[in-house]
């Protein structure tokens, strides 16, 4: 189900906004975003789902060392990237450089990121760690 | 080993909505702050906007500009200020309740690192631990992790983060602004 609210904007256009269309939006090529809070948001949230993702795999697989940190920054990074200037065709100086882009919400995701690489890094695998020490 | 991290990530997520809540009867329902804090976005947006369509030469507007910038550092001030009250209340409360959970999980291992981290992290990632393996993980790093994580993506769901434009116009009252100079 979605909630739709409308509201009319200044110069009197209607604009509707609603959880479903953002979604919409995010997964079509080269949308328009009048709100640029909104793209920013799309991006702060797929981060912070594709940061637990990969940490879930970093854990399983496992990675370990500091190639398993740098992969994941340069991953997080490129495919932000590629994802606003490639897809949706962003122009990145209306956000104040593609800096802005890169760092939106990288953090908090690079710290959702190791937690979960730790959890299942640590559950997964203390047997075999264990074991390893004690050879 | 695992009940304990799983353990602290719920701690994090608990004592994250605790200081929310903290804040939240303290702060963020006066009126006081609502008022403060629609005056600084609206503000922000504002003045972000006047910036962008800024005529270089006309200097009626940059004198706009400025005064607009001056009200907004003074609505800022207050706006911390207000904030002040509860962080001193709810940093006290952390504190106790820090020390709580290091007494309880002291000198145990936690978690098993994937990787050994740089040498000024180890001294927070093998805190209270004996041995020289770097790969054990102390309460207090898990923690501060699972923080970091939590409670900002706490914020923005009940949207209590303040809004881009705001933290946009604030950073720029310390650090010039990119292109101020162009």
Same mark, same amino acid.
């Given at each position: ?14 604009? &509707?906004? %609603?959880?479903?269309? &953002?979604?919409?939006? +995010?997964?079509? =090529?080269? %949308?328009? #975003? ?10 702060? #949230? ?5 940061? !637990?993702?990969?940490?879930?795999? #970093? ?9 398993? *940190? ?23 100086e209306?956000?104040g450089? +593609? /800096? @802005?882009?890169?760092? @939106? ?11 979960? /690489? ?13 074991? @390893? $020490?004690?050879? | ?33 609502? $008022?403060? $804090?629609?005056e600084v976005?609206k503000q922000s947006k504002k003045l972000e906007k006047r910036k962008e369509h800024q005529n270089q030469n006309d200097k009626s507007q940059k004198k706009k500009i400025e005064r607009d910038e001056e009200k907004l550092k003074n609505n800022n ?5 207000? $904030? ?8 006290? =409360? ?15 291992? &936690? =978690? ?7 040498? #000024?992290?180890?001294? *927070? ?24 994580? !939590? ?11 303040? %809004?881009?434009a705001?933290?946009k116009q604030g950073n720029s009252l310390f650090a010039p602004a990119p292109g101020q100079f162009r």
């Amino acid at each position: 189900m979605t909630t739709k609210t409308s509201t009319i904007t200044k110069n009197g256009s209607l604009k &509707v906004s %609603s959880e479903g269309s &953002v979604w919409q939006k +995010a997964i079509t =090529a080269n %949308s328009e #975003w009048e709100d640029k809070d909104e793209f920013l948001d799309v991006i702060y #949230w797929s981060r912070q789902v594709f940061g !637990i993702i990969l940490g879930v795999i #970093w854990g399983i697989i496992p990675l370990k060392g500091m190639l398993g *940190l740098a992969l994941f920054a340069a991953i997080s990074c490129a495919v932000v990237y590629l994802y606003s200037i490639n897809f949706q065709s962003i122009d990145e100086e209306e956000y104040g450089g +593609a /800096w @802005e882009l890169i760092k @939106e919400g990288f953090l908090a995701s690079f710290a959702g990121f190791i937690v979960t /690489w730790i959890i299942f890094y640590t559950g997964l695998h203390y047997d075999s760690i264990i074991a @390893e $020490k004690t050879l | 080993m695992w009940s304990d991290t799983l353990l602290i990530v719920f701690i994090s997520i608990s004592t994250a909505l605790l200081g929310e809540g903290l804040t939240y009867v303290l702060v963020y329902r006066t009126d006081k702050y609502q $008022k403060l $804090k629609n005056e600084v976005e609206k503000q922000s947006k504002k003045l972000e906007k006047r910036k962008e369509h800024q005529n270089q030469n006309d200097k009626s507007q940059k004198k706009k500009i400025e005064r607009d910038e001056e009200k907004l550092k003074n609505n800022n001030r207050d706006l911390s200020l207000v $904030k002040m009250k509860s962080m001193i209340a709810t940093g006290f =409360a952390f504190t106790a309740l820090l020390s709580m959970f290091n007494s309880i999980f002291d000198g145990k291992v &936690v =978690a098993r690192l994937p990787f050994v981290p740089i040498s #000024w992290v180890q001294g *927070l990632s093998h805190r209270n631990l004996v041995g020289e393996d770097f790969t054990e993980c102390s309460f207090i790093f898990l923690y501060i992790l699972c923080t970091m994580s !939590i409670r900002q993506n706490i914020q923005k769901l009940l949207g209590f983060a303040p %809004s881009r434009a705001a933290s946009k116009q604030g950073n720029s009252l310390f650090a010039p602004a990119p292109g101020q100079f162009r």
